[in-house]
């Protein structure tokens, strides 16, 4: 037996989330790796399915967890052996299959990574879905062209899990890294980061002109809406916007003025279902990024705290990263 969040769903289609204990034969029977899960993550997807705040959920009942870090117990995959350390993050994980908030797993051998070098179990869970995406965002912008000549970089949602850690990464490679925040209490916590300039969120936040003064090279937007519509409106010209998210909402009130005008790219970021070779290339290029930094983004929890901080993430009252552990 283990324990593990267990979601269900009511037959007046209410559901419920609660820590309890499982067995291995509970777990689904199409992965071909069983794990250990040393640490997991709780992330703004997570948050919405253990609070049934959106149908993410898509088999029941659902253990949540789109993250996690830990070693293989047994193995039917050839690349797979009992004890090797292994990083998981997307590939429906905890929306079709059972996730990563529990003391076990039964995942496919092919959506695993393994551990960097050098980084540990609790470090990747500090990173997870977030900083890989932030990752993914920051690539994109220097494959595309954006280089640190080239002007400031926007970073919004700049305190949660995704900005935290894209301005970590844009500020270790050189770029003038602009953050965008709803909590200017957390200046200090940005510049320790490497931000540059700290802007409030309600800069961006409300409807704008549909061309707007050109401010920045690049943009890394977890936010959506009248935020990203405002980032790249502001985009220079030949400039780059990654856009991974969200928060602000899932409309983006915009003119196709800033494409057709000044050649300013928008590029969707999905981190779900990359292929494993970028997937590896992301997590060696985040195990290069000084690891010592991310403590002051990561916040440790139990798997019960797990419940009551869900509601927190999605009212955006949480700084960086929260790390479940799952060792206890």
Not at 31 to 39: A, F, S, T
Not at 294 to 310: F, G, K, P, Y
Request: hydrophobic share 45%; glycine share 10%.
């Amino acid at each position: 037996m283990f324990n593990a969040i267990l979601l269900t769903k009511n037959a007046n289609g209410s559901t419920a989330a609660q820590v309890t204990q499982l067995d291995e034969s509970q777990l689904p029977q199409d992965g071909d790796v069983l794990v250990q899960i040393e640490y997991s993550t709780l992330n703004y997807k997570d948050a919405l399915a253990i609070t049934g705040a959106s149908p993410i959920v898509r088999q029941w009942p659902m253990v949540p967890g789109i993250d996690g870090a830990g070693t293989v117990i047994e193995s039917l995959h050839p690349d797979w052996k009992a004890g090797d350390a292994f990083i998981l993050n997307g590939w429906g994980v905890g929306e079709s299959h059972m996730g990563c908030l529990a003391e076990r797993a039964r995942l496919k051998g092919d959506w695993l990574i393994p551990l960097p070098p050098g980084m540990t179990t609790k470090t990747a869970m500090t990173i997870g879905t977030a900083g890989f995406t932030a990752m993914l965002c920051a690539m994109a912008l220097l494959e595309q062209g954006v280089e640190s000549s080239g002007g400031k970089i926007l970073v919004t949602g700049a305190s949660g899990g995704v900005g935290s850690i894209a301005v970590l990464i844009m500020s270790a490679w050189g770029f003038s890294v602009t953050a965008s925040t709803g909590k200017m209490q957390e200046k200090a916590y940005l510049h320790a980061l490497g931000a540059d300039e700290i802007i409030d969120r309600a800069e961006l936040a409300m409807q704008g002109k549909p061309l707007q003064k050109e401010r920045w090279a690049g943009v890394i937007d977890s936010v959506g809406s009248h935020t990203l519509a405002n980032a790249i409106a502001q985009t220079k010209a030949n400039g780059v916007v990654a856009a991974c998210g969200l928060a602000q909402g899932m409309d983006l009130p915009a003119t196709v003025t800033p494409f057709i005008l000044r050649g300013v790219r928008l590029i969707g970021i999905n981190s779900v279902t990359v292929p494993r070779a970028r997937r590896i290339e992301a997590w060696r290029r985040l195990a290069e990024l000084d690891l010592a930094k991310l403590e002051s983004v990561a916040h440790e929890i139990s798997l019960e705290q797990a419940l009551t901080e869900a509601p927190l993430v999605l009212a955006g009252k949480i700084r960086g990263r929260l790390v479940v552990n799952l060792q206890n």
